[in-house]
């Protein structure tokens, strides 16, 4: 009796394996392919100066944002990630990234870093990523955040909100790497310059 049980186990197993073979033989697993951004940013600021001072850059961003996977968002209800299509790092962190360097390429601050906590010595530049994603209903790319600058004495000198949808030409995730570029450097573009005229504006007082 025993015997029998165990041959039928044996026999359940063996098609249970073969099963899987051949499943994987027939199916492949999908390439996961990696996207970057590319932003080339030129300083359009013709303020003049330079500040003794170190800026931190403290961005935040949900859970989802702070994962490298693509996003697509389906319905104003329903965000669908793409475990096969990823960026080249977590798009809190590269929005971090492109601010520091373009902050940087001023010439004007004496450093500028990527910071996890704000601190009492530094300005700070607080940034919170809500949306980088494609919206699929109208096959556009989100960018959305808010951000602040705080003096290295904790008073608020700039706040803004900076949304943008650009129209994708397909759906494709090259096109909306593309377009996320250009919203970003846009971005880059209203939000730097205001940066530095701010800072100024408070060495003169």
């Known amino acids: 009796m025993l015997l029998e049980r165990g041959k039928k186990v044996n026999k359940f197993f063996a098609a249970a394996m073969l099963t ?8 492949s697993i999908p390439e996961t392919k990696i ?11 013709q303020l003049q100066g330079t500040a003794d001072i170190v800026l931190g850059i403290l961005a935040t961003a949900p859970r989802h944002l702070s994962q490298p996977y693509l996003l697509i968002r389906n319905s104003p209800y329903e965000l669908t990630t793409e475990f096969y299509a990823k960026w080249e790092a977590p798009p809190v962190r590269m929005i971090s990234e492109a601010f520091r360097n373009a902050l940087y390429d001023l010439k004007f601050f004496k450093d500028v870093r990527i910071v996890t906590a704000q601190r009492v010595d530094f300005y700070c530049l607080k940034i919170n990523l809500r949306r980088f994603e494609r919206f699929g209903e109208s096959n556009t790319g989100v960018l959305e955040f808010d951000y602040d600058l705080l003096t290295n004495d904790g008073k608020n000198v700039l706040h803004g909100v900076y949304s943008k949808e650009n129209p994708l030409p397909d759906n494709s995730f090259n096109s909306l790497a593309e377009g996320l570029s250009i919203a970003l450097k846009d971005a880059l573009t209203q939000i730097v310059p205001q940066i530095k005229e701010k800072i100024l504006d408070k060495q003169k007082k």
């Not at 899987?20 to 199916?27: D, E, K, R, T, Y």
């Open 20 to 27: 899987m073979f051949l499943l994987l033989s027939c199916g």
């Open 35 to 45: 996207y970057s951004l590319n932003i080339t940013y030129e300083n359009i600021s």
